[in-house]
């Protein structure tokens, strides 16, 4: 079972076949007919007016970024856990000069709001950075895929909105989060001044992202877009694919949360675990965090013995025998992500995997 991430999805049969039949033309000259009705209908989603199609989500929340500081030195604050702070390079430092302000996520992926309230920079002293961006995530990854409150996100655009400064949305899996709050994306974007929601995610596209705001906005964004290399040639092929992600969206999250509960119950159910441990009531969307609670036995010999099958594994497990590739996410926690290539027979194999792998190195530590 592959659940490292929900980016190893492939392509289905309806998305190969409206890219092979895709009507393309030059996007730099934004003469693709593909790509301008996925960039109308996400922008129709969000309920802004504008959107463009980017290659990926890291370029998305960069371009995000750059349009909206229009000088070197200003500044975003942001979550210590966000994906923006860990894992995109520092792109916003490197690329544009931007400086970030972190401010401490809680376990559910919010932050203190008086603690970014104090963040917010003063306008009047040239010795300090002119903040001028708050960033959120949702569903925030490194939290497990927590879904971010909507009081929570209207508090954050209120203050915002009362410092002139703009809120972007980090929304790589916003779907899984409009899907486990039970509504449209417009009842969490409508608070946000730009979004970048990813394709090639939970929502199952091989490649793209699409980000969002007002024309100003993307007016900007295009200009950025071309000189980090994003500009492309006939890309309604890869567009496509993702018309078709979208129009099959509540289907794909209904089956990746349905089994990210089934996993993480099934791995609750091992019962007075002494290698593991997870919290059940954490899991909100497609994303599993499970613990190491023997400091001998790290994420990274966890997952590696979880690739593995031995011949005595093979012998009593038989026909249910499987190799599990999930990802260390800590020196003491892995993370797993269901997607829809995962099926329910490979989630029952996997918890009978977890089961036998933990009483594998119990019995070694007697």
């Known amino acids: 079972m592959l659940a490292r991430s929900d980016v190893l999805t492939k392509p289905n049969k309806a998305m190969r076949k409206a890219m092979a039949e895709a009507e393309v033309g030059d996007d730099v000259f934004r003469e693709d007919p593909t790509i301008l009705k996925i960039e109308t209908k996400v922008a129709e ?13 890291t370029m998305g929340n960069l371009i995000s970024i750059m349009a909206h500081c229009c000088n070197r030195g200003e500044e975003i604050i942001l979550g210590d856990q966000s994906h923006l702070f860990l894992f995109e390079q ?4 490197q690329v544009a000069g931007v400086h970030p302000m972190p401010v401490v996520n809680r376990k559910d992926g919010t932050f203190s709001i008086d603690e970014m309230k104090r963040k917010i920079r003063p306008i009047d002293d040239p010795h300090q950075p002119i903040t001028r961006v708050i960033s959120l995530e949702d569903t925030h990854n490194a939290c497990g895929g927590r879904v971010l409150p909507l009081a929570f996100i209207e508090e954050v655009s209120a203050v915002a909105k009362k410092h002139d400064l703009v809120l972007h949305m980090d929304g790589a899996r916003l779907m899984n989060a409009c899907y486990a709050l039970g509504c449209p994306p417009v009842d969490i974007t409508r608070h946000c001044d730009s979004v970048s929601m990813c394709l090639s995610k939970g929502l199952g596209a091989p490649i793209g992202s699409v980000i969002a705001g007002n024309k100003f906005f993307i007016e900007r964004a295009l200009r950025h877009r071309k000189v980090l290399g994003g500009g492309m040639r006939q890309p309604g092929i890869i567009a496509a694919a993702g018309l078709i992600a979208l129009s099959e969206s509540d289907m794909r999250m209904s089956h990746d949360h349905k089994l990210a509960k089934v996993f993480a119950e099934g791995i609750q159910a091992l019962g007075d675990n002494p290698l593991l441990e997870i919290d059940v009531t954490t899991v ?13 036995i790290t994420a990274e010999m966890l997952t590696k013995r979880l690739r593995e099958v031995t011949v005595d594994e093979a012998q009593e497990l038989k026909n249910d025998v499987a190799k599990v590739v999930v ?8 993370r797993a992500v269901t997607h829809f290539d995962i099926s329910e027979t490979d989630i029952e194999n996997a918890i009978k995997k977890f089961a036998y792998v933990t009483k594998e190195y119990c019995q070694q530590s007697l």
């Open 90 to 93: 520092g792109g916003y430092a």
């Open 284 to 296: 909100e969307s497609n994303i599993i965090m499970v613990n190491i609670k023997k400091s001998n």
């Open 327 to 334: 990802g260390p996410w800590s020196v003491s926690s892995v």
């Open 45 to 57: 989603m969000f309920g802004m007016e504008s959107a463009l199609f980017v290659p990926s989500g």
